[in-house]
């Protein structure tokens, strides 16, 4: 069981926005701005998408979004486009033993 | 431009070993912390451990405690992660990734190794 609850799936239409959650306590999430989120395609190592909960990497389009309310974690994206179609997980640093986890991951389809 | 290149896939039998190998270039590997992600055939994500090379210290995940060790070797600029007594539900891809800031354990990781797939049977 992933420390970090994300929904297993998600679906929107091109051109849409969805939001992907990622709830966790306060011993990570809540506690900690060290949140990051990643695209996985098929066959494909993870991209980073966001890290420090809203911050996005050189080169990663603006249609990403991230943010934080308390113990949860969101992840925006907007313009909805058959490219996004994904696995998206997200993670945390944590105060726990074991310092860093993953969500169990959330598969977007573009419908 | 920042590469991470991991050695190739493995095949072991229950109760041996594996070391997987990443060679960086690109950038100072010494300090930038190296995190090792593995991932079960239709799983998710599952961190394993880091490994900040200019000290060599390291952290590892409950899970893998006792079990697993990771080292680099900076003349090479190569970390690695070695798991013993492996057992078939180690069969994964095993990723490397580099923390998207120096000198900071973790924030994100934005530069990942191509996988190594680690298959245990007998």
């Known amino acids: 069981q992933s420390a970090l609850t994300q929904p297993a799936s998600v679906s929107g239409s091109p051109g849409q926005s969805i939001t992907i959650s990622c709830t966790g306590t306060?011993?990570?999430?809540?506690?900690?701005?060290?949140v990051s989120w990643y695209q996985q395609h098929p066959g494909k190592a993870p991209k980073l998408m966001i890290s420090d909960v809203s911050n996005r990497p050189s080169g990663v389009s603006n249609r990403f979004s991230g943010s934080k309310s308390g113990n949860t974690a969101s992840l925006t994206i907007s313009g909805l486009q058959a490219e996004d179609e994904a696995d998206y997980y997200c993670?945390?640093?944590?105060?726990?033993?074991?310092?860093?986890?993953f969500g169990g991951g959330t598969k977007l389809t573009v419908l | 431009q920042v590469q991470l290149v991991q050695s190739g896939a493995e095949v072991k039998k229950p109760g041996a070993s594996v070391k997987v190998s990443c060679k960086a270039s690109?950038?100072?590997?010494?300090?930038?912390?190296i995190h090792w992600v593995r991932q079960a055939p239709g799983q998710g994500l599952e961190w394993m451990g880091w490994i900040y090379p200019s000290s060599g210290d390291t952290k590892y995940a409950e899970t893998f405690r006792g079990r697993v060790t990771m080292t680099r070797d900076t003349s090479i600029s190569t970390a690695y992660v070695e798991l013993n007594r492996l057992r078939s539900e180690d069969t994964a891809v095993y990723y490397c990734a580099r923390n998207v800031v120096p000198d900071l354990a973790a924030a994100g990781l934005d530069f990942w190794g191509q996988g190594a797939l680690v298959t245990v049977s007998s």
């Open positions: 306060s011993r990570d999430v809540g506690s900690y701005n060290y």
């Open positions: 993670s945390s640093y944590t105060s726990n033993t074991t310092p860093w986890v």
């Open positions: 690109g950038y100072t590997f010494s300090v930038y912390y």
